[in-house]
Each structure stands twice: as C-alpha cells, then as structure tokens.
C-alpha cells in the first residue's frame, strides 16, 4: 500500500527509509582504529577502549546534558532532542558523540514502547537497539542471578560463612515488567531443595550489578565492585559480600563483553555510543561511565541524557555520576513542550490541542523549579521547546517571555523530530556559547549539592528541602536505626540515590505542576556498597514494575513481511 502523502511518516517508516553507513564507517569517523572494533552485523559494534591508542592522554571534550520537566503523558522527547541535538553540534562543525543508555524489555512491552528517539532525531538501526541489542542486559541478568544461585548454594552445602537466611538482602532480577514476581518464597518443595525462605525479584535496570557495571571505569574495577556488593548478613549482623561467596571473578566473566560500548548511529550518520541503562526513578539513571569517558577522549562535545525529570535524573547525574566519575558538564539543555507544561497547569490529556495560555502559565511554574535546580549545581542552562505540530506562536512566545523574564535563561524552539539537524542547529549554537563561555554560572564552577562528609540522613533531606521543595522527610524508627547503622558500618560518605516517582517532585505521581511544603516519606534503604551509594525507597515506589491493564505487547507483532509491528 502506497503511503498517504498528507500523513506523516511514522518513527519506524522514517527509520526504515533511512539508508544507514556501514560501521565500520561510523567507527572511522569517530576516530576508532580497525583493531578496536568488533561488529555485531552490519549496523552495531562492540569497542574494546584498550585497542584505541592513547585514547586516555587525550584532552576531554565538553559534556553536555539534556534532562526535561517531570514526565506526563503528553510526552517531552528528550531523548529525541538528545540526538537531534548531537546532530545539530555535528551539523556546525563540531565533533560529536552521542551518549545514551539501552532500552529495557520491561518497559518497551509494558507502557512506554521504544526509545531510541523519534521522527528524524533517531539512533539506528531502532529494532535491534530496543530488543536485546547486543546482550548486555541478558549478561546483567545472568551475572545478577549467578550470585543468587551461589548464595543459596553456599547455605545448601553448609553454610560456612553463616549467613542468616533472614537476613538476605540479595534478590533476584529480571528484564521484565512482572508484579507478581515482587515477593515469592523460594526452595520450596523438600530437603533436596534448600532451605526455604522469602524472597523476591527486581527489574533488572534496578540491580546493583546495573549501577556497578555503569559506573565501572575498567575489568579490575568492575570486578572490585562486584566484589563488594553486600548480600547479606550473619545472626550477628555482620555483612556478607559477593567476594565472600567467591562469586565476583564468576560475574566478571559474564560481564567482560558486555562492558565494551555499544557503537550505533543517528539517521544523520552520527556516532552514538548506546551503552548501559539504569532507571532514574530507581536507580541512578545514566549511561555507563565507559561510553561516556570514552566520548569525550574521542569528540569535541558529548551529549549524553539523564533519565526523567531533573530533579531525578540530573540531581542523580550530578551527585553521583559526576561524583564518582569526576565529570564536570559543560551546560544543561532542559527539554519541556508546551502539551506538557500545559497539563501541569491542569489541561486533561484530550484537550492539549487547543491554545491554553492561562493553564500553560501555571504550568511553567514546573520548568522554573528545574531550572532554578539545575543552577544549585552551578551549571549554565538553556530551555529547548521541543515543538509539536498543534503548539501556537503566542504559546512558544509566552515561554520564551518567562523563561527569560523570571527564570533567567533562553528558550529555543527546535523542530529535530520533524527536520532532523536543521531543526536544532539553533539550540547547537546557543549550547556552544554557553559552553565555551569564559566564565561559569556563578564565577564557582561545577559542584555537588552537598559534601561526602554529610550525615547520611542530612543528605537525603537536603535533596527534599532543596530539589523536591519538601518541608520535611520521615521515617519509621526501623528505617532510622538503618541510616545509623550505615553510618556506623563505615557507609556514611556515600551519595544518596533516591527512588522515587518520577511524576512529581513529591511522592504522589498526581501531583504535577510545582508543589511546595509536602513530606517525603522514608519506606526502606538498600545499601549497594559496590555501586557506592544508598538507595532510599521513598512513597510507593516499585522496583519492580507491573503492566498496564493494556499492555504494549498486545500490538507487538510480525507483519506479513516479518517486520516488527507495534513497538513504537
């Protein structure tokens, strides 16, 4: 069937007319030398950073992040201006590499589709990169569960470190949306079983070995990590680590290919390394710090997302990856729409068509809050309208007014889903200026908004207080008693990595918009002492998440040509 010249391309169609380079001409382009690449089919490529000579004398490249508003189902695109956005650096000269994380399975089938980008702002090849790409989840997966299995054996076959069954904190993970997995007893079924006990199942982009792997700078300092994850404790609450059960150099060699960056390529032949993929509402939400190291020794800027809001995403960027990897971004592009601001203000979701000034107004109140947070960082921000075909000229004029009026930064609107390049070379130049200003925000550079030496309650209630606008946190006294004993374990300078909904800046996903004085409640805390940071479980936060009533896998499927029908 011939295609509709007045309906527009869908993301797949324009993925699918697109004609990609081979990679090994991406690779050339970027830099990387023959040895040190090693393809995976025509469009992908692993590389091995070792083979790429004196890739870590070289000078760094600019880092710049792009992070959005709170999400809402109007969509925000900010992985579609991510790519648009590394295209329009490309598009005036400047050397690029893209930097994103994978797309998990869990939602991929269950509510989100895809997410490599859309329109002409995509990576390629779309398919491959959204469903099982080049294993690296499934490595995760299986090095994550190979501990578990060990741990079990361990006690099967006498339990000489003695581990209280009680007390086992390591659960099990899947790359899979399934709620009824959050809770199981295992080992049931006899003696011949193991000894039954409570347990459980993560998503996989919540595993420890996630974060490790994302935050591993080489082989020996994965498997060091690895080694420390702790797994669970003795009768007398002394803590058990993966080393102890002799199972991280096991781990590593699950992981030894996985951890090489994945090599892709925007529609525009632009390289894009698309490597790791932690969630930002319950875990730290970056790519791995491999791709993103590697970007920067290789190009003039790196653009690289952090997933959801900034006050998720960029915080989590800043407090930890830029922490732990010693990275100082350059500049901040926040992503907003207006159909998105305008349902902050209150529109309902079948009614964003129509020109709302009042209702988007009150919705910039969100946009505000981010960039004011951005700026705690001492990071220079600029506001990039992704635009949509119903926005008006009076609504992207009344968001250009305030954000320069009240909040201090540019705005520009940039059309990448629908122009590719040319649609962002405007917010490329802008990003440059910032970039290479002589001067930083404040005249004090790039900083973490608190000190590795601050209480590790303090921590958590210095985000609230300052990134959620909270009046307070509150715990039960069990949850408290864990802070201090974290503390006391030798714990207390880690960062804090929050999981939390990514809807709101409080803990209700209902609350849009900007609110103030609410109180984050404290469910649990999860140390993850190979990741080097502490999870705290706020509100009703799953870290393993259901499917919706009508999942996305209902219209997942093959066409009469075998093409991939559905997915986005």
Known sequence: ?????????????????????????????????????????KHIAKIDLDKIPGLQDRPDGKLILV???????????????????????????????????????????????????????????????????????????????????MIDNHIYWGNALGIDTRRVTWRRVLDMNDRSLRAINSSLGGVSNGFPREDGFDITVASEVMAVFCLAKDLADLEERLGKMIIGYTRDKKAITAADIKASSAMTVLLKDALKPNLVQTLEGNPAFVHGGPFANIAHGCNS????????????????????GADLGAEKFFDIKCRKAGL??????????????????????????????EALRKGLANLGRHVENVRKFGVSAIVGINHFIADTPAE?????????????????????????????EELARRVVALAEAPHPLDGRGF???YPDEMPLWDKMKLIAKEIYRAADIIADQKVRDQFRDIEAAGFGHLPICVAKTQYSFSTDPNHRG?????????????????????????????????LPRVPSAEFIRLDPKGQIEGLF
């Open 514 to 546: 900007a609110p103030v004085d609410h109180v984050v409640p404290i469910r649990e805390v999860r140390l993850s002492a190979g990741a080097g940071f502490l999870v705290v479980v706020c509100g009703e936060i799953m870290t393993m998440p259901g």
């Open 447 to 449: 900083r973490t908004l």
């Open 67 to 149: 992070t959005a508003i709170n999400p809402t189902p109007a969509g925000e695109g900010k992985t579609t201006t991510t790519v648009g956005l590394g295209d329009g650096l490309a598009a005036i000269g400047k050397k690029t590499m893209i930097c994103l994380r994978e797309p998990s399975l869990g939602p991929c089938f269950g509510v989100k589709g895809g997410a490599a980008g859309g329109g002409y702002a995509q990576i390629v090849p779309m398919e491959q990169i959204n469903l099982h790409f080049t294993g690296d989840f499934h490595a995760i997966t299986s090095a994550h569960n190979l501990l578990s299995a």
């Open 396 to 424: 992207h004029e009344l968001i250009a007014q305030v954000c320069k009026e009240q909040f201090g930064v540019d705005a520009v609107v940039c059309s990448h889903w629908a122009e590719g390049s040319k649609g962002t």
């Open 289 to 308: 710090v491999a791709a993103t190291k590697a970007g920067l020794k290789l190009a003039d800027y790196v653009v690289t997302e952090a997933g959801f």
């Open 328 to 357: 100082t971004p350059a500049a901040v592009v926040i992503v907003a729409t207006v159909r998105a601001l305008k349902m902050h203000g209150g529109v309902p979701k079948d009614q964003l068509g129509k020109e709302n000034l």
């Open 1 to 41: 069937m011939a295609q509709d010249p007045k309906k527009p391309l869908s993301d797949i169609e324009i993925a699918r007319q697109a004609k990609m380079q081979r990679i090994d001409a991406i690779a050339e382009k970027a830099g990387i030398p023959d040895e040190a690449f090693e393809p995976y089919g």
